[in-house]
């Protein structure tokens, strides 16, 4: 212990005493104990004031505690990524820091309390002053978790990924008061740039490698915030690799096969220049690319298709590894060369490195397409089909454009400049990192020549291995740049405003052409127009936007087409009104375009897309048509379809039709306000038709992007026109308008799933009010107990059929909003189709309900696919008294939540399976909607 204590001092003299008034030092001696999964740590702390005023306290973080049980936040946090492996954990998988004892250099205990599990705080015997020393001395011991948690930890083939788990003192603001951050697992914590010393004593079959580097005797840093250590048993699991010309030491945490490493090794040295020459040269000679960078930092798209009996390759090998490997090493890479504060200003790396990562395709891969070589390798009858879809021409740097526009459409997008806890998973790769990264590309192209990514390399290297924050890499640009960027930094990072520029018209003069350039926003930023003739640029100028109109003038030259900001220059909301015809019958305009079956939309036409349609049931039987649409593969504001069908049951011409407007306002506490109109003509019984047409409304409130709670309000008029068999006389059951008015919310949390509606419906021949609660707990990883429970009652009833009734064990879905097989069979198969609406009853019970009903449905799994489920209520018919019902059964999940049966046992009725024809009495659901497996996928992203 001696030993340790003077060599650290030694060393710390040798260092310089300059060096230790700048910044922090901590020597930490280590002891792993592989058989217990545990550290025995000796730290000490030579610790800088770096505050403007004195203080008489100090912190300390101890993150370990993060994995210490279901209370803390990064609990709170995995379970909004639906993520419950550390919620659902044993004690011995969980982590933690204990047995602790802080002491002064002189010796003396020093008395401290333990904050929300992460935070120390000491109490100081003496003022601490600014610019001052202090030397601190901790023992403890730390239980490594489970790397199932965050990567880190321990695996479960013995080897150890360490980082954040010894103890870090706390910065502190310009204010001098300490910001204190719990771990969340978004490599999102920040430090004080400091000086490392690591003894670590381990078994000799163990290898280390580590962001620090090996001097023979120890392992050190300077200038570094946090260091990670990897140790394994397995020597394929380490690999290094030496760039003699900056002597940059390359070690990877995990290992790649025989084919792949010779690949690797052929990237690395062009990959690793191409970073020097964009950023210069890092503040170390070590570079530690560890496992859980591999997997966090995934390049998705690149590959390879499992298409169930074989497996497509959308690119080759050296393609594949080059864009996996760039990713990976950019990100260390960037992350290695100065400290940010990463909460505050994720961006300003996030955006570098997606921004080096287009700069390396456009020059390694100028030709390389989104899709790989998958259409040259589909053929039919010698034809490449996919290479009519424009999704087939787009080149790899579009991902970053469709995965901005598919959640800034749906209004999921937020500021580059929120928070980075504060954003979803999904912004912040599309706006932390997409976003930025596009906009520094942007900037590139507007400063020209290269000016760009030489400010930011004479950026980097004047900053190396420094704390610095976005204010000085903003004034570091605008006092260097040839041009004005103050728009980025003092407007456009803290809005999300839809930003988008439009051309309005071109006309030509005996001398020029003047063209009109609508800005539609408040965005100050520049933008380029480019005419060209036969696709070849013939003229382009960059422009600021300071007005709403601006009139762009090029000389009178023989130009075809007018484009602005050319190839998703800048992220735009709406590229679309981008491209301008200067000539012939589509002036001013753009072409039509007729495409069969949905494509990546093509802004330069305005396209139609053509979908064949075939759906059945039991009076059309199939329903073959075409859909006419202008929906692309992205979402847009505006939508109309038109889908004429010939009924093979019937032969005669069905079809639907809509059209719909959805607005996206800025700053309300609307995410979307939908306004349409839909009309569809179909037969609902044999040789009978329903015509219904109807208008509505929705809203959807705001909501935290971090949370899964969404709310709002549809309005809605439904009028059906039901065609009345020859003889019968018309009933108010077959031509009505249907006013509906409901509040719904739903909260699809990990552990307590909640969704709810309120519903007000009036026609000419009742009023009625219902609501339904829905709530299901997960108690384990893959089980969920759920409980519904509902309420209905008539306002008044005055309808002399029971068509309007509340339905017991079948929906009454007068409004035909439900996809129902037989939606008039009272006998057969079709008939046992079951849908969860109403009272939800799974047995079969031949009656309605006509003035209030008040039910709840129970389900709790036993094992794999098996439920049991348990159905219970009162109702209450006019004239007679109420009566209470049940049935219980089991349900059987082949695909939860869309293809399932249930077999009932016990009810009101009796034991159901003594009973004749008992498979009559099996009930089954069938729920294919795209949306709705859409929004389940997407859960825990945004």
Known sequence: MRNFYFLMWLNLI????????????IFLKVKLDTARHEMHVEQEFVLINQSPKTLNELYLHNWANAYSGKLTVLNKIKLQDRKGALHFSEREDRGGAGNLIIRNVENDSLSYQIQEREFIKISLPTFWRRGEKIRLRANYTVRIPSDAFTRYGRSENGNYLLKYFFLQPATVNEFGHWVLQHYKDFEELTAYPSYYELELEHPENYQMTSDLEWDGERWTAENMEHFRVYLTQNELEKHSFLLKESGINVDFGFSYDTIEKPIVDSLLPHQLRFLEDHLGHLPTNQLFVSYKTKKEQEYFGVDDLDAWLFEVKLFSEEEKNALKLFQILSYEYVDRLFSINKIEDHWLKNGLQFYLTMKYVDETFPDLKLVGHLPDKIKVLGIKPLNFFHAAKLKMNDRY??????????????????????????NQIAMSGFKTGLTFYYMDQYLENGTFYELVKRFSEENRGKLVSQMDFRNYLIENSPKDLSWFFDDYIDKKDKINFKLVNSEATETDLKIMVKNQTQFSGPFQVVASKAGIPVEEEWYNSTDKITEVSFPKGEYDKIELNPGYLFPEFNDRDNYMRTRGLFKNGKKLQFKLYSDIENPEYA???????????NYDKFLIGMRFHNQSLLTRPFKWNITPKISTGTGKIAGSGGVQNTFTPQNTIFRSITIGGSAKYEHYDADLTYLKWSVYASTNFEKDPRETLSHGFMF???NLDKEVPKFDVQTDEDKYGLWNLTYYYSKPDYINESYGSVTFQTTEVFQKVMGEIYYRWRFAPKKQLGIRLFAGSFISNESDTDYFNFGVSKVSDYAFNINLLGRSESSGILSQQYV???????????????QWVVATNFELPIWKIFDVYADAGVYKNKFQTAEFIYDTGIRVKFIPDFLEFYLPVQSSLGFEPAMDKYWERIRFTFNFNLSSIINYLRRGWY
């Open 14 to 25: 040798c260092f310089g005493f300059s060096f230790a008034q700048q910044t922090d030092s």
């Open 401 to 426: 454009k469709l995965l901005y526009l598919y959640l800034v459409r749906q209004n999921y997008d937020q500021a580059i400049n929120t928070p980075l806890d504060e954003l979803s998973n999904m």
């Open 607 to 617: 396209q139609i897309f053509m979908n064949p349609q075939i759906r059945w049931n």
């Open 716 to 718: 809605s008029y439904d």
């Open 836 to 850: 969860m609406a109403e009272s939800g009853f799974k047995s079969q019970f031949d009656f309605t309900v006509n």
